[in-house]
């Protein structure tokens, strides 16, 4: 059964469908290390995305984050990272 609303933002989920994967794989930016945990939709023009991502700079001895980073996959268009948050 699916509880989402529509326009709203579905449950976080700790499983990551392959196609949530490639396009997280994507989109992701370099020069830190994003590993994505769980993950949220919101279907609108488009999906979006909300990955609950655990995030280290790829350099020695540097601290883990949590972070939130939306991707938004419009319907004509390529996918894109609307924010980076620091939770």
């Avoid at 700790?14 to 994967?21: F, K, R």
């Avoid at 020069?31 to 280290?56: D, I, R």
């Avoid at 949590?66 to 996959?73: G, K, L, P, R, S």
């Amino acid at each position: 059964m699916n509880t989402q609303i529509l326009g709203g933002w579905s449950p976080y989920s700790t499983t990551i469908s392959q196609e949530e994967a490639d396009l997280f794989n994507k989109v992701k930016p370099i020069g830190v290390q994003y590993t994505p945990l769980a993950v949220s939709t919101q279907v609108v023009e488009g999906k979006k995305y909300l990955f609950f991502c655990n995030a280290q700079a790829v350099y020695p001895r540097t601290s883990n984050d949590a972070v939130i980073m939306e991707i938004d996959h419009p319907v004509k268009g390529e996918p894109h990272i609307v924010s980076i948050t620091k939770t």
